[in-house]
């Protein structure tokens, strides 16, 4: 039951840092698991290179996006 959200959620990141033109790379840390059935909702942070998904109070994972220079 973890996979499949851990998937859809790798698939709205990815789809995010493609919408950020300058953005080339990204960084996943998952700090709790979670089930299918959880619905987590993802905040940007960081004037958008840092997205946090969070289920109630509880955050689920950060992810962090780069430029070309790996300075954000």
Request: proline fraction near 4%; charge should be negative.
């Amino acid at each position: 039951p973890y996979i499949v959200p851990g998937l859809l959620i790798l698939e709205y990141l990815w789809m995010h840092m493609i919408n950020s033109n300058i953005k080339v790379g990204m960084s996943i840390r998952f700090l709790s698991p979670m089930l299918a059935n959880d619905c987590v909702s993802i905040e940007s942070q960081r004037e958008g290179n840092v997205l946090v998904g969070a289920l109630d109070d509880m955050i689920l994972f950060k992810a962090r996006l780069y430029d070309e220079h790996r300075t954000n």
